[in-house]
């Protein structure tokens, strides 16, 4: 029965991934188009946090980070995204502050400061205790 459940998690694993790469398509296409905050909503959307399969987490997070990394105007960010992505966005956030890569940690932090700012120490908390990952 176990490998059941694993065959179910693994054809769930490839509708995700699928998904996700039609996501990915859409975001850059509105990152050419400087839609910068609206590729970030569509890279948050239908984040597959309760998923265990670290493929979909991975390629959800490459897709994310292409979506961060494009944001220049961060308070104009944080003026036009809805606060239900903002618990959504720290998480990620912290997950690129562990890549240990230099351009991502120092955009995760700037974000990270005015997120922060805006949601308060509430948004880390919930992140840092949720136990769906990115």
């Not at 932090?109 to 805006?118: A, F, G, N, S, V």
Request: aromatic share 6%; hydrophobic share 40%; proline share 1%.
């Amino acid at each position: 029965m176990a490998g059941a459940a694993a065959f179910v998690e693994a054809d769930n694993a490839e509708e995700i991934i699928a998904r996700i790469e039609t996501k990915s398509q859409k975001i850059e296409s509105l990152l050419k188009q400087y839609k910068h905050v609206e590729a970030l909503k569509t890279a948050l959307d239908d984040s597959p946090l309760t998923t265990h399969d670290e493929r979909c987490k991975s390629a959800n997070w490459i897709v994310v980070h292409r979506a961060i990394m494009a944001i220049k105007d961060i308070d104009g960010m944080l003026n036009s995204l809805a606060a239900e992505y903002y618990d959504i966005l720290m998480k990620y956030l912290y997950r690129g502050l562990s890549t240990g890569d230099e351009p991502t940690c120092e955009q995760c932090l700037m974000i990270h400061e005015k997120l922060t700012e805006r949601a308060g120490l509430g948004c880390i908390l919930r992140c840092l205790s949720d136990t769906n990952t990115v």
